[in-house]
C-alpha cells in the first residue's frame, strides 16, 4: 500500500531570495561590529568603517560558503574603497593598508603556490582585502584567528565525514572572522 503525502507548502525562507538572506545577515553582524567597536573606545568614523567592513566580509562569508564564489563584483570595489579610505582610521593610514594588504597577498600566494592551489584565486582576493581594510598591524592577528578557524573547520568537516582527504572546503568564513576580530582588536 502507497502512502499519500502531504504537498510540501513552502516555507516563508524558501520564499526569499538567498541574497536577500545573506545581505540582512551581513547588515546585523555589520551594526553588531561597529557597535563594538565604538563600545571600545573608537571614534564614530572607526565604528561606521568597522560596520562597513564587518557586513562586506559576513556578506562574502556567507557567499562562498553557499556558492563557493568570491565574487570580483564585490571584492575589487571594498579592496579599492579600503585603500582609498585608509586615511579615515584613527589607528592605520594609507601606507599600513597597503602594506597590510601586500603581506596578505603575498603570503596567501605562497600558501596557494605550496598546497598546490588549496587555497585558489577567491581566498587570495577575500585575504588581501582583509589585509588592506586592517593594515600590517592588525593582520598577524587575523592570520592567526583565520588559520586556527580554518583547521579547526577541516577537521570537523572531515571526523563528520562531510568532506574526504583532498577535499576542499569553503575558506571566505574563516578569513572573514579572522577579518572581523582584528577589526575588533
Known amino acids: 500500500m502507497r502512502s499519500q503525502s ?97 603581506l596578505a597577498f603575498g603570503g596567501i600566494a605562497i600558501l596557494g603556490w605550496c598546497t598546490g592551489g588549496g587555497l585558489g584565486g577567491g581566498d587570495l582576493k577575500m585575504g588581501t582585502l582583509v589585509g588592506l581594510v586592517v593594515g600590517y598591524g592588525a593582520l598577524p592577528l587575523a592570520a592567526i584567528v583565520t588559520a586556527v578557524s580554518g583547521g579547526v573547520v577541516a577537521i570537523a568537516l572531515l571526523v563528520s565525514g562531510q568532506v574526504g582527504r583532498g577535499g576542499s572546503i569553503a575558506y571566505a568564513p574563516c578569513i572573514a572572522l579572522g577579518g572581523i576580530v582584528a577589526l575588533l582588536h
Not at 513552502?10 to 561590529?33: D, N, Q, R, T
Open 6 to 102: 502531504a504537498p510540501v507548502r513552502p516555507s516563508f525562507v524558501s520564499l526569499v531570495p538567498m541574497w536577500a538572506v545573506h545581505l540582512s545577515l551581513a547588515l546585523v553582524a555589520g551594526i553588531a561590529i561597529g557597535g563594538r567597536a565604538s563600545a571600545t573606545g573608537g571614534s564614530v568614523l572607526d565604528a561606521a568603517l568597522s560596520a562597513v567592513f564587518g557586513v562586506t566580509f559576513v556578506w562574502l562569508a556567507l557567499h562562498d560558503a553557499a556558492t563557493r564564489i568570491i565574487p570580483n563584483r564585490v571584492v575589487y570595489p571594498a579592496a579599492v574603497l579600503a585603500l582609498a579610505i585608509s586615511w579615515a582610521w584613527d589607528t592605520r593610514g594609507p601606507l599600513d593598508a597597503a602594506a597590510g594588504g601586500a
